[in-house]
């Protein structure tokens, strides 16, 4: 049975909707009056909520004094048992990866059972002022780090661009970092450093290199997951499912951020990075075509420093047009040589990988096909991710919320393309190569 703070605010919240469908009726009719039995009963449910209000708040202070009571008396069993099956000391890191999920299920039926009324675990009181956030009597409660720990290990070492940036744990909000401000390497190299030879004796003109400030702020991305009463029922199962469910959504908002985020609250994109080196369609170019002649003008685009952590990303409907690629040879046509598939089944362009990813634009359109080093995208975290369980949000259809924060902040290192010793302003290099848009 339900326990009787459910069954007021329910109440609660059948009353105000009867009283919005009541208003919102009027509305619709040419914002008419109420009628004097629609009034009369808008006044009632007022009166009634007035009477609610009292009544909740005293089964409140009632549930939290036997909160408070249950844990008192269950304080060694919250120190002492963590959340999930005990393990061996020679457990494989198998065996933790499934105690840790099965701990996250635990904590959920717990909370459910906590707030229905079926009992209270002392380890929820223990979770809640863990984060200092939540609040017992609004069945908020922390997910304890242990249990949330596996979702960030998933997010890198699954994630088709979160494997391949340079990320970096910090302990603050945000972070500073000096890097080379170089445009132009035909008069100086790193910014302005510049060597001589000399006679024996001689000393060289001073100089020295430029640097940039890159300044980072944590930002905040989050989900939430809905969980049914009927689902809550095998803890392991339950927490690998919130687990998978939560580090594959986490992982698409970081990467969609990380290709095309403008900055705003949120990480700033490759796609807007100052350094970006845009090339030119073929003159006469088919619309939403890509051909060999794109590829190897983005390849000589790329600064040679970059061109061993390369990868081609991709949208999937760039597929069949790379796959039927030639290369013009009088009234023939050759294969080229330098698009091909690996033993593995992994197309490579100049022997650099091909990635499919959803974050890429539609084929013909800039961002469809893109040459990247992802090492020069600097990404910030704080480590973990944030997760809190409560019942009410959605009660009225017995489902559980779980929701689950991550802060990370990231961007382009490389302040402009870079002016090459030898080519020109116009063959300007750089880690990020898009081709302009083929409509």
């Known amino acids: 049975m339900p326990a009787r703070i459910h069954v007021l605010r329910q109440e609660e919240q059948d009353l105000k909707a009867e009283a919005k469908g009541l208003l919102d009726a009027a509305a619709k009719d040419g914002n008419r009056k109420l009628t004097e039995d629609e009034g009369a009963r808008v006044d009632e449910i ?10 909740i708040a005293r089964e409140l202070r009632f549930q939290d004094a036997d909160r408070a009571a249950a844990v008192e008396m269950g304080e060694d069993l919250a120190a002492a048992k963590p959340w999930g099956p005990a393990l061996h000391s020679d457990a494989t890191p198998a065996m933790k ?38 609040i017992p009597s609004d069945g908020g409660f922390a997910v304890p780090t242990q249990v949330a720990s596996g979702i960030e290990r998933t997010m890198f070492s699954t994630g088709a661009l979160l ?9 603050g909000d945000n972070m ?39 300044d980072l702020k944590l930002r905040k991305v989050g989900c939430l997951g809905y969980v049914t009463d009927e689902l809550i029922a095998d803890a392991s199962a339950l927490g690998g499912e919130l687990e998978a469910s939560f580090a594959e959504e986490l992982i698409f908002q970081v990467e969609d951020a990380i290709t095309e985020g403008n900055g705003v609250n949120k990480p700033l994109g490759y796609l807007s990075a100052p350094c970006i080196v845009s090339v030119a369609k073929e003159t006469q170019q088919t619309a939403a075509t890509i051909n060999t002649a794109n590829l190897s003008k983005m ?12 990868v081609w990303l991709i949208n999937g409907d760039c597929g069949p047009t790379l796959d039927f690629l ?13 698009v091909n598939y690996g033993p593995t089944g992994i197309m490579t362009i100049k022997g650099r990988p091909v990635v499919e990813t959803e974050y890429n ?3 013909g359109t800039v961002g469809d096909i893109v040459l990247i080093n992802l090492a020069r995208y600097r990404l910030i975290r704080k480590s973990g991710v944030e997760q809190a369980s409560s019942i009410h949000v959605r009660f009225t259809t017995g489902e559980n919320t779980i929701r689950a924060f991550y802060r990370c902040d990231g961007t382009i290192i490389d302040r402009s ?3 090459p010793f030898k080519g020109g302003s116009t063959k300007t290099l750089s880690p990020v190569i898009t081709l302009a848009e083929r409509a």
């Open 163 to 171: 494997s391949r940036v340079d990320q970096r744990p910090i302990t």
């Open 361 to 363: 634009a539609t084929l």
């Open 46 to 55: 007022t009166a009634e909520l007035d009477a609610l209000k009292p009544e």
């Open 176 to 214: 500073r970092y000096l890097v080379i401000d170089e445009t132009d390497r035909s008069s100086t190299r790193r910014g302005g450093v510049l060597g001589y030879w000399v006679d024996e004796g001689t000393a060289p003109t001073a100089s020295q290199l430029k640097l940039a400030a890159v």
């Open 97 to 134: 990866d499934e105690a840790r999920k099965a701990g996250l299920g635990e904590f959920c039926i717990a909370v459910r059972n906590a707030v229905q009324g079926y009992g209270y675990d002392p380890r929820l009181s223990a979770a809640a002022q863990g984060m200092g956030t939540a």
């Open 417 to 419: 393309a870079i002016t």
């Open 326 to 338: 030639s290369i013009p040879a009088g009234a023939s046509a050759l294969e080229p040589r330098f």
């Open 299 to 310: 390849w000589a685009r790329m600064h040679p420093r970059d061109k061993a952590n390369a």
